[in-house]
């Protein structure tokens, strides 16, 4: 019985040990930013990722759209120039 228990103590131990090795991130900080950002599109957050640069493209066509607005609203009132 006492060599279950410390076997069991070991293994214990040893995972204790594992555990508390380096992390995988410390290795990511080697990563360029290109190598990240495809390793997130890969991930499970990659629908999440392709939908927030869908949002951003739109947010910039909108800002885009709109300088044009102002500045044709500005022009048709004399001030463009």
Known sequence: MNRYV?????????VGVIGCGPSKS???ENKSEAERA??????????????M???AGVEQLNQD???RL???LEESEGRGR
């Open 53 to 55: 640069d869908r949002a």
């Open 38 to 51: 495809e390793a997130l599109r890969t991930s499970t957050f990659g629908p999440m990722v392709g939908t």
């Open 70 to 72: 102002d500045q044709a």
């Open 26 to 28: 410390h290795h990511a």
């Open 65 to 67: 759209r709109k300088g």
């Open 6 to 14: 410390s076997g069991f103590i070991a293994a214990v131990v040893l």
